[in-house]
């Protein structure tokens, strides 16, 4: 591991699946031990020079927060919907960053 390096596939569907679901429900989704994904997502912070899973997912472009949330404080969708929909798009993300960065 190198501070600079692409982030591994793994590491991403560790952090997507963490900030979804929780660290240890993660784990038990992905069928591996939390130390397990803790490691990656230590891996993953190094690589980003993040200090927690926030950090990295701006990092990655994966935190877009709307000005009118910023300065309202209100939601467009009901919390299970964006949930919901946080979900999908951010597993997609995941797989597509990792596609892009097989091709390079």
């Not at 990656?40 to 200090?51: K, P, V």
Request: with cysteine; net charge negative.
């Amino acid at each position: 591991m190198t501070w600079g390096t692409r982030p591994t596939r793994r590491e991403l569907q560790c952090l997507a699946n963490s900030l979804l679901h929780g660290r240890k429900e993660a784990a038990k989704r992905m069928g591996i031990a939390d130390s397990t994904l803790r490691n990656h997502l230590t891996s993953l912070n190094y690589r980003l020079e993040a200090e927690n899973m926030r950090e990295a997912a701006f990092a990655l472009g994966w935190l877009n927060i709307p000005e009118e949330l910023v300065t309202t404080g209100t939601h467009p969708l009901p919390i299970d919907e964006q949930h919901h929909e946080l979900s999908d798009q951010l597993l997609t993300y995941a797989d597509a960053i990792f596609r892009g960065l097989e091709n390079r």
